[in-house]
């Protein structure tokens, strides 16, 4: 079994393609079981700006097990989220608004602060410019008031504190993720 820092190094030197094909949804069945969850615990405490492609393909390899589960949110998912909120790149409201509107549970689960990483403005005019009116009247709803305390408690990734060392074998950073 590789551990996570063994899974980010390979992932980080595959094309996008070949990170579809490896840790996708219709992927190897350990990618579907553990290697997934594994990679996202382990960039919980290694990511960088230069992980954000991998950060969004396995966010939508994450979004299509979540649908074809027909049920639940999960936790990989938010970490999938939390990272691109992380990030910062306001086009990736967008991701993060498909990942929230998949059912009630991940509606739910994934906090709106993930929808704006730049403030509520940054992503109405992003969202507007995207012809994303449903996710324009989401944040000009619920994120006009001053969000940067709720802002704060997310950024210091206190909700990821306690992940594992991505030295850790990868049944390990699965496990935990999924507790």
């Known amino acids: 079994m590789r551990s996570g820092v063994e899974l980010l190094q390979a992932a980080r030197s595959m094309s996008e393609a070949e990170v579809a094909l490896t840790f996708g949804h219709a992927g190897p069945s350990s990618a579907q079981g553990i290697e997934r969850a594994a990679l996202v615990a382990a960039l919980l405490s290694s990511f960088t700006p230069a992980d954000a492609p991998l950060i969004r393909q396995l966010t939508r390899a994450e979004i299509t097990a979540v649908n074809s589960a027909d049920a639940g949110c999960g936790d990989v998912l938010l970490a999938c989220c939390w990272l691109l909120f992380r990030l910062g790149y306001v086009e990736d409201s967008e991701l993060v608004w498909r ?8 509606h739910s689960y994934i906090d709106s602060v993930f929808l704006i990483p730049q403030g509520a403005q940054a992503t109405a005019e992003f969202a507007r410019s995207q012809g994303l009116s449903d996710l324009v009247t989401w944040v000009e709803g619920d994120w006009l008031r001053d969000p940067e305390e709720h802002v704060r408690e997310w950024r210091t990734g206190s909700f ?7 030295e850790a074998p990868a049944a390990e950073l699965a496990a935990w993720l999924r507790q």
């Open 99 to 106: 990942a929230k509107e998949i059912n009630f549970d991940s």
């Open 160 to 166: 990821f504190a306690t992940v594992p060392p991505a």
